[in-house]
């Protein structure tokens, strides 16, 4: 396992609560939508940005990609890549929340990029899409919210061509004592009032901090990739660790 990745990782942050359920998840995000890309850019102080184009920097400009992303929303990691990546040839996004991809087609025909990028509602854990059909596969900030990794991170591998690479963003717990009491002030006691108060469901921002404090990261998550089944795995932490960048490939 090749990995750059914190030591720790993958524990319940102290005075986190249990894990909240997924089931209801597409629900969810189908309440928030309408805000979803505001409260992005506000709660992360626009970071969120940078890191999806850290993301998008992985994609290979050096031969032709076709690409998959998952959990895409708004399309916010297709629209960036159709941007940065000139080898791209193809890009499909699929994500359960139809009302997020309601916004997501919006802002395509409002960028003119409708006949770019296609965008369908399906799950993660069991695409209707061909083995070896792309050539990178990207989640960002969703592989926590799926009913099951291992199956969603399967679904990933099956999908790629052999050499094939997935890219995952995803929110983790920083390192340093200071930046990680502050960061989870943050996120248990700000978060989910300012984003209820924006959103009006209170309860989707309370879920976020409560997933992102018990969901796998760092060593722990990159065992889970090798345990799928993808190679060459590693991960860099971004922003402190606020948020981790994996990265894995599919045996050729």
């Known amino acids: 396992m090749g990995s750059d990745s914190q030591r720790d990782g993958g524990a319940t942050a102290k005075g986190a609560k249990e894990a909240p359920s997924r089931e209801g998840v597409a629900q969810l995000f189908d309440r928030i939508a309408p805000t979803y890309d505001l409260l992005n850019r506000l709660l992360s102080f626009r970071r969120d940005v940078a890191w999806r184009r850290r993301l998008v920097d992985r994609i ?21 890549a159709h941007r940065r990546v000139p080898t791209l040839t193809g890009a499909v996004g699929i994500d359960m929340s139809e009302q997020m991809l309601v916004h997501g087609r919006e802002k395509l025909t409002r960028l003119g990029l409708d006949g770019a990028i296609e965008l369908q509602q399906g799950d993660a854990t069991a ?18 919210n799926v009913m099951d990794t291992p199956a969603a991170l399967g679904e990933m591998l099956r999908i790629l061509k052999p050499g094939g690479r997935a890219l995952i963003l ?28 924006v ?15 018990t969901y796998p990261y760092g060593p722990a998550f990159i065992r889970i990739l090798d345990e799928v089944g993808f190679t060459e795995c590693s991960c860099t932490p971004l922003t402190f660790g606020i948020a981790s960048l994996y990265s894995g490939h599919k045996p050729l």
């Not at 695409?127 to 969703?142: E, P, R, Y």
């Not at 983790?172 to 209820?196: D, E, K, Q, T």
């Open 199 to 213: 959103s009006g469901d209170p309860k989707a921002y309370t879920y976020l901090n409560q997933t992102v404090e």
């Open 60 to 80: 290979p400009r050096n031969r032709p990609v076709r690409l998959l992303d998952l959990a895409t929303g708004t399309a916010d990691v297709l629209i960036t």
């Open 170 to 197: 995803e929110f983790s717990l920083p390192r340093n004592r200071v930046v990680r009491a502050i960061y989870l002030c943050f996120f248990r006691h700000i978060l989910p009032g300012l984003g209820g108060l």
């Open 127 to 144: 695409l209707d899409l061909a083995d070896g059909s792309f050539d990178v596969a990207t989640i960002a900030f969703g592989i926590r």
